[in-house]
Each structure stands twice: as structure tokens, then as C-alpha cells.
């Protein structure tokens, strides 16, 4: 990964994980969170004036959140923290970024934003993404492959390719639905025939785990 | 100047009671061990609040210091070093704290079952103890002469370790309290951190007890901090502000007990807490001048919508997972 072997950390990925909140009494400004994500595992204490304050504003400026700088974290909403953590997982300058559902429990307007910064980093700094999720539309536009993975099974390809009912019926081994309108894609079960094989999880037939670079 | 006498009668007599500064310059000299005590304790508790906090450890601390106190008791009982009986009594509850309980409610039931346990031991060994009462008492609520010099050169040596090795151990423990899972992915040695952090916990519980008892623990190592995060959220100001408080609790609170009959502790706690409220009023009235929710109702609304459901998903999160995993 990003020319290390795997392992259990790697200071060349970024990673941005499912948004959880913050506790309201965190003493961190949006701006020292992001800042973790550059200096955050190093030893000792910083030293004043020592601290790079200017990556840390460029991260901000990145996902437009510079008029959050100062405001204390947990005070932020959920969207809001999690477009401090996109600009935590930038800072570094990452070769990869990994995103481990960070839509999940967003609003649909804060889930367009935070898949669209990711998109922006990903255009302008060459930044390799591989975005795992169950919210398929928000990141549609962006996607280059997709990796569909249904208990064990997958299917690689374009949107086109694996986005069909025929494909996810296969995976599945259930009858699903792909209907699309207007650029959407909505993936539904239909009812299946009893079949003490298939778990009830897989009729929400919204498992994608989209592979962007 | 002799007594500050308001009221009459019987007001007056407690008030005698509580507040004597007849004699004060003699008095000063004789306790100069206990104030350099307090001033470093408050420094120390101040510094140590802060991320007791961060990490939410509050009920951590008081059960630390009731082993503390039983460790104190028992080497009192058998004739060996208090101190280095309270010592190793909280150094073996901050370990065995840390070891058993990673998460907030398993480590919750393990304190709450080992607590009474010490506080038993302790009462044990105290009613078995034939000598002065008032080493008891002092070891639960607090004692002003009982630091002498070897106990102070013992406290300023454990308050040098404690400081030193939080001040290595900063950055990377304030990256692992508020993001674990990202610490850990950039390389920093969370499981390492966390007994290391509680080593020095109970450390610094160690000499709160000596201080301002064990049942008082609190207002030195939480208190502090809780103040301070009432006005600021700034990384550094929160441990400086945290320690000023504990500085100015501690040592105004063994200033103004040497004028009376009663033990330090209700002083140290009742400045402790003005301090809180007057920072919780701080607080308060510069949020509603910004008009951004101040910390305080934002984490009610908080806690109501979002406390209860993320274990609940957590899981089905987990149980989502599981298929995926057996690529």
C-alpha cells in the first residue's frame, strides 16, 4: 500500500472513518484536530511557533471550512465535523485515501459535500480513493470502478457494468431491481422466494463498495 | 489582627472556628513543607485533570484513590512508609483499571466492584490501628502538618516523573483520546499508551491522597480541568488554565485552613468548586453573547439524539460486515 507493504498504520494513507461524534467538550478547535492528522503522533509536546499552521489553513481552505478554524469541534454539526475530518485526512498530502463510510448518519446535502471534496482532492492532487459505502448516489458521479462485494461474492467494473439487475441478481442470488432515473440508481430486493439460504441483510440491496482512482 | 468576627453568638463561634489568623506569621513558617506540597500538587493535579478529562476517567480517579487510601491504611497498620503504601495501592488500581476495562462501561463495573473492596480493606486496617486518630482522619479528608521534609522530597520526586513523562507522552495520548482507530492507522502506539497514562494517574492520586485526602481526590485531579474546559477550548490554554486552578485551590486552600480548626479539605473543594462556577458562568454568558449553543446544551441535545443510538448501529454495522470479511 502506497509502496509499503501492508500493515497496521501508514503515514502516507489518509484515512477518513464513519462519522462519530465529537464530545461537546472536546478541547480542540477544528483547526488542532486537523492539525493531529500532520503532527498528532509525534513525541513531546510542539514547540510555539514551531506548529505548521499554514498546511493546517490550506487543509481547511481545501473543503471550505476556514470559517471553522476556531470554533471548538464538538460544537460543530455532524456534517461540519466531517469536513474537518476530510481536511484532517488531506493535510498530510496522502498518496491514498481510504474512506471507511464516512456518509453514514450524514444529511443528504452534507453527504453531496463531503463526497464532493473528496472528489476535488482527488482531481487536483492525483490523490488514489478507494471509498467504501451502502450510500451508492451521492458518490456516483465520481466513480471510476466498482467493486460490488455480496457475502463473499463481487463483481468489478464501471457503474454501467455492475449497476444492472441482471449482475446484482447473480450476486445476490435473489431477484433485485435496478431502477435508474435522472443519474439516480436505486437498488431495491424485490420479494424473494422462501430461502432459508439468503440473510435478511442482503435486501437492502444497498452494499457497494465503489473503487474510485 | 485577631479574629474576623461577623455575627454573634453562636454564628460567631463557628465562624471562629473556621476562619483564626491570630498567630498566622508563626503559623506559616511551621507549614512551609505543606504549602510547597500543595503548590505542587496543584500544578501536577491541574496538568493530569486536563486529560483525565479528555478520556472521561472521573470515576476512574475515585477508585484509584480508594485503593490509595486502603494501601495508606494498611501501611500505617503494619508500621511501613504511608506513602509508599498509598503508592502501590493506587499504582496496582491504575493498572489493574487500565488492564481489565478498555472501554467505558466494562472499566465502570470493574471500578464500581474494586472500589468498595479498598474502601473496605482500608476501613479495616484503620480500626485495627492503635495509634493517633487523627492519622486516620487525615488520610480520608486530608492533613496540613503531616508533610515533613523526606515525604516532600518523595511527593516533588513522583510529581517530577508524572510531569516528564506526560509531557513525552502529550501529543500522541491527545491524538489517541479523541481518535483512536486514526492514531492508530498513523502509527501511534495506542494500546501502549493507555496503561502507561494510567501508571501516572496513579501516581499523581498518590500524592493527592498525602495532600487533601482520599475522598477529596477529585477537586485536585478533575475539577480543575472541568473549569477550564467551561471557557476555552484550546489545547495548551486548557492544561495552563487547569493548572492555575489547582495551584490557587490547593494553596489558598492550606493558607486559609491554617486559621482554623478544620481539616484543609473543605477549603481546597469549596475554592475548587467557586472556581467551576464562576468559569460555568463565564462560559454561559459568552455563549449566549455569540449565539452559538453553549457547550453545555449542545451536549444535552447531543447526548439525547446521539448517545443511545450509536451502539445499536454499531453493531448492526458489524453484523453488515461480517460476510465481506470472508474474502
Known sequence: MAGRPAGR?????????????????????????????????????????????GRVRAALAAVDATNHADVPVGLLSGGEQQRVRVAQAIVADPALLLCDEPLLSLDVSSQQ??????????REHGTAVLFVTHEINPILPYVDRILYLVDGRFRLGTPAEV????????????????????????????????DAHGTRWHDDGLRAEPLVS | MTTLILGSGGAGGVWHALFDFADYGQLLALVRNSIAAGAILGIVGGLVSSLVMMRDLPFAVHGISELSFAGASVALLVGINVVAGSLVGSVL??????????????????????????LGVGVLALSLYQGRAANKFGLLTGQIVAVDTPQLAWLAGTAVVVVLGLLVIWRPLL????????????????????????????????ISVQVIGALLVLSVVCTPAAAALRVTASPRAVPLLSMAFGFVSVVGGILLALGSSVPISPYVTTIAFLIYLLCGGIGRWRAARSGRPSSCSRQRRATTRCAAPPPAQATARLSRRAPSRQR
Do not use: C, K
Request: net charge positive; proline share 7%.
Open chain 1, 9 to 53: 498504520s501508514n503515514r502516507d494513507i489518509g484515512y477518513i472513518q464513519q462519522q462519530r461524534r465529537l464530545d461537546a467538550r472536546t478541547p480542540l478547535r477544528a483547526r488542532d484536530v486537523v492539525r493531529q492528522g500532520l503532527d498528532g503522533h509525534r513525541w513531546g509536546i510542539a514547540r510555539p511557533g514551531r506548529v505548521p499552521w
Open chain 2, 175 to 206: 491524538f489517541a483520546s479523541t481518535d483512536p482507530e486514526l492514531a492508530a492507522a498513523r502509527g501511534v502506539p495506542v494500546a501502549l499508551l493507555s496503561p502507561v497514562f494510567m501508571l501516572l494517574l496513579g501516581l499523581t492520586v498518590a
Open chain 1, 113 to 122: 459535500t463531503i463526497a464532493g471534496l473528496v472528489d476535488r482532492r482527488r
Open chain 1, 163 to 194: 449497476l444492472t439487475s441482471e449482475t446484482l441478481s447473480e450476486l445476490y442470488r435473489s431477484p433485485v431491481e435496478v431502477i435508474r432515473r435522472d443519474g439516480l440508481v436505486l437498488v431495491a430486493g424485490l420479494p424473494a422466494p422462501a
Open chain 2, 93 to 118: 488500581a491504575a493498572v489493574l483499571i487500565g488492564a481489565l476495562g478498555a472501554r467505558a462501561r466494562s472499566r465502570n463495573s470493574v471500578i464500581g466492584v474494586v472500589m468498595p473492596f479498598g
